[in-house]
C-alpha cells in the first residue's frame, strides 16, 4: 500500500457496500428476477418521454438555474395547496432535487453539525445515518419490531437531549410498507412544540397508499410544516428512478440553508427532464391513480405467493411487502436470501440491513413495482422453491 494511502482515514469506516447493490449484483449473476432492488420494471409514460425528447431538441440542455425552473417549482406549489392546503413559495421554499437522496443529504447538511443527534426509527432507508456520520452528527436509533413497527413515542421522548437537533421521519415507510397515523403526528407535535427540533420528512412514497388511507404529511400541519424539510420524488411517482429527480420543501430560512448545501452538491437537477415534468404535474390523474395501480400489484403479489410459508401483513403503502419465513428455516436473513436468489431465482433484500446492529426478525423485503408477468414467474419460482423443500 502506498505510504499516502496508509494514513487515510475512512468517515465511514462501518460502511461497505450497500445491500442493494449486492443483491442486484447477484441477482444478475445468477439470473434471478430481480424483487429486491425497489425499482420497476416497465416504462414510464410514452408522453412523457416524448416530451423530455421535445425539449431537449428545443435546446434545453444547459444548466438549470440553481432552485430548479421556475415552471416546475409552480406546479410543484400548486399541487401541495390542492393536496395539503398548505402554500409554499416557489422562489424561496421549493428546490428541485437530484433525487429524493441529495435532497435528504443536502437537508442533512444544511443543518447538522458535530455532536448534532438526529433521532432515526430503524428500520431505515439506509441514507439515512451516513448522511448524519459524514456530517459529524451522531444518529439516535429507535426500534421498530414486526409485525406492526409502531412508534412508541413515550421511548422517543426519553431520548430528546439538548443535542437533538432533528428527527426523521419517513412513511410511507421504507422498508417496511407502513404509514404514520394521525395520532403519530399529533405525538410528534407533542413533543416538538416549544423546541428548537427540527423534522425531515422523507414522503417519497406519498401516493402510494393503501385500502382507503390517507396520507399522513407534515405538510398538513402548520405547527410541523414550520420546523421541516420536506422531500418527495419524481422518479417514485412516475415510475423513472434512473432519473433521479425529486425535490424539497422548506419554511423560506431553511430552505436558504439548503440550498447553500445544493447548490455544491449538484448546484442543479436536469433541465430537459424538469421542464418535461411541469408538463405533466398538469395533469394530476397521473399521481391520483397511483395508489389504485399499486395496490392492483399489492394485494396479486400477495394472492400469487399465499400457498407458500412466507407469512405477510399487507403493505399500507410503498410498493415494498415485507414477509416473514420464521415458520420455514431459523436461518439468518441475509443467508436465506442469497439461498433464495441463487436456489429459487428469486431476489429479495433482508431487513436486517436496514437496522445498524443487523436485527434478524427473519423478515424479507419484496419490491412488487413490477410488470404483472414477472410477478407471476417470481411467484410460480417461489412455489418450486418451498416445494422441493418440503419433500
Known amino acids: 500500500m502506498p505510504t499516502y494511502l496508509s494514513h487515510l482515514k475512512s468517515k465511514l469506516p462501518q460502511t461497505g457496500t450497500t445491500i442493494f447493490t449486492i443483491m442486484s449484483g447477484l441477482a444478475n449473476e445468477v439470473g434471478a428476477i430481480n424483487l429486491s432492488q425497489g425499482f420497476p420494471d416497465f416504462l414510464c409514460d410514452e408522453k412523457l418521454i416524448k416530451l423530455v425528447e421535445q425539449f431537449m431538441r428545443k435546446g434545453l440542455n444547459q444548466y438549470a438555474p440553481m432552485p430548479g425552473i421556475v415552471p416546475l417549482r409552480e ?9 395539503y392546503k398548505t402554500k409554499y413559495n416557489p422562489d424561496t421554499e421549493i428546490t428541485i432535487t437530484a433525487g429524493g437522496t441529495e435532497a435528504i443529504y443536502a437537508a442533512i447538511t444544511s443543518v447538522i453539525s458535530e455532536g448534532d ?38 421511548a422517543v421522548k426519553k431520548l430528546i437531549s439538548q ?10 415507510h421504507n422498508p417496511t410498507g407502513t404509514v404514520l397515523s394521525a395520532n403519530d403526528l399529533k405525538q410528534l407535535e407533542s413533543i416538538t412544540q416549544n423546541s428548537d427540533i427540527l423534522i425531515l420528512s422523507d414522503e417519497v412514497y406519498e401516493h402510494i397508499i393503501f385500502d382507503g388511507r390517507q396520507h399522513q404529511s407534515v405538510l398538513a400541519s402548520p405547527q410541523l410544516a414550520e420546523r421541516s424539510f420536506v422531500v418527495f420524488s419524481f422518479g417514485k411517482t412516475y415510475h423513472n428512478t434512473g432519473w433521479k429527480m425529486g425535490y424539497c420543501l422548506a419554511p423560506a430560512e431553511l430552505m436558504k440553508e439548503f440550498r447553500k448545501a445544493h447548490q455544491f452538491i ?19 390523474a397521473h399521481y391520483l391513480g397511483l395508489k389504485d395501480f399499486y395496490q392492483q400489484k399489492r394485494d396479486a403479489f400477495n394472492a400469487l405467493i399465499k400457498e407458500t410459508p412466507l407469512a405477510l401483513k399487507p403493505a399500507s403503502g410503498s410498493y415494498f ?9 431459523d436461518e439468518k436473513d441475509y443467508d436465506f436470501a442469497v439461498r433464495l436468489t441463487r436456489e429459487a431465482g ?24 413490477k410488470e404483472n408477468e414477472t410477478l407471476e414467474k417470481a411467484a410460480e419460482r417461489l412455489m418450486e422453491f418451498f416445494k422441493k423443500e418440503s419433500r
Not at 321 to 329: A, G, I, M
Open 163 to 172: 443535542r437533538t437537533k432533528m428527527i426523521m421521519i419517513n412513511s410511507p
Open 117 to 154: 443527534e438526529v433521532i432515526i426509527f430503524e428500520p431505515a432507508y439506509d441514507c439515512y445515518a451516513p448522511s448524519i456520520e459524514l456530517n459529524k452528527g451522531v444518529p439516535i436509533y429507535v426500534e421498530l419490531q414486526p409485525p406492526d413497527y409502531l412508534i412508541d413515542w413515550q
Open 346 to 369: 428469486v431476489a429479495a433484500i433482508p431487513v436486517s440491513a436496514f437496522y445498524h446492529h443487523s436485527n434478524d426478525y427473519k423478515m424479507l423485503r419484496f419490491c412488487f413495482a
Open 321 to 329: 411487502q415485507c414477509v416473514s419465513y420464521d415458520s420455514f428455516t
Open 266 to 284: 449538484v448546484f442543479s437537477a436536469n433541465t430537459p427532464i424538469q421542464y418535461a415534468f411541469a408538463e405533466m404535474m398538469k395533469e394530476p
Open 75 to 83: 406546479r410543484i406549489a400548486e399541487k401541495t395547496e390542492s393536496l
